[in-house]
T-cell receptor, first 116, second 112 residues
Framework: GAVVSQHPSRVICKSGTSVKIECRSL??????MFWYRQFPKQSLMLMAT?????????EQGVEKDKFLINHASLTLSTLTVTSAHPEDSSFYIC????????????FGPGTRLTVL | KQEVTQIPAALSVPEGENLVLNCSFT??????LQWFRQDHGKGLTSLLL?????REQTSGRLNASLDKSSGRSTLYIAASQPGDSATYLC???????????FGKGTHLIIQP
């Protein structure tokens, strides 16, 4: 299958700082990228959907000013958690897809964010 | 809004047993359904993808079926092994959402 990478895999930061997470599709062009969040012992929840060159669409309850998403190219999307707080500590996973909704999404390995 | 339910939430069985994990979804207008495996603290491993036009998919000891009209899927694991211990997630594409809607998972433990 296609390969999606995420960087960093783990980050620990102080409350109030901003953290950027990168998601890259390594061997295909991703017209759409998705960001999910997983709290401990919970399932994955979709945060936002981004199409290359367009503004991201956020799910209900996700603050767009806090979780900034940029999808500047067909192989790279970034998620910036601004002014992170301990409640933002979570496992963030991106996925990438080429084409329409019937196509498979390929997932990155995830980024574990811990905010002290 | 699409909702995905997985039963059971947890399962512990001795090695060698055949298992069935269940997944149901509320909106049958899906594009596809996918089963994933997640080891503790790790990312997702895709196991099987079933398109909405398909009835089942097989990979090794795994077989997944899809009954789209009734909103159900099952994952069958044959001859379970301790290495199969993990959380198994079911997710659907469509039904009102562009991204995947995940169930809460079945936490599986295979006893040696």
């Amino acid at each position: 299958g296609a390969v999606v990478s995420q960087h960093p895999s783990r980050v620990i930061c102080k409350s109030g700082t901003s953290v950027k997470i990168e998601c890259r599709s390594l061997d295909f062009q991703a017209t759409t990228m998705f960001w999910y969040r997983q709290f401990p012992k919970q399932s994955l929840m979709l945060m936002a959907t981004s199409n290359e060159g367009s503004k991201a669409t956020y799910e209900q309850g996700v603050e767009k000013d806090k979780f900034l998403i940029n999808h500047a190219s067909l192989t790279l999307s970034t998620l910036t958690v601004t002014s992170a707080h301990p409640e933002d500590s979570s496992f963030y996973i991106c996925s990438a897809r080429w084409g329409g909704q019937g196509n498979e999404q390929f997932f990155g390995p995830g980024t574990r964010l811990t905010v002290l | 809004k699409q909702e995905v339910t997985q039963i059971p939430a947890a399962l512990s069985v001795p090695e060698g047993e055949n298992l069935v994990l269940n997944c149901s979804f509320t909106d049958s207008a899906i594009y596809n359904l996918q089963w994933f495996r997640q080891d503790h603290g790790k990312g997702l491993t895709s196991l099987l993808l079933i398109q909405s036009s398909q009835r089942e998919q097989t990979s090794g000891r795994l077989n997944a079926s899809l009954d789209k009209s009734s909103g159900r899927s099952t994952l069958y694991i044959a001859a379970s092994q301790p290495g199969d211990s993990a959380t198994y997630l079911c997710a659907v594409s469509g039904g009102g959402a562009d991204g995947l809607t995940f169930g809460k998972g079945t936490h599986l433990i295979i006893q040696p």
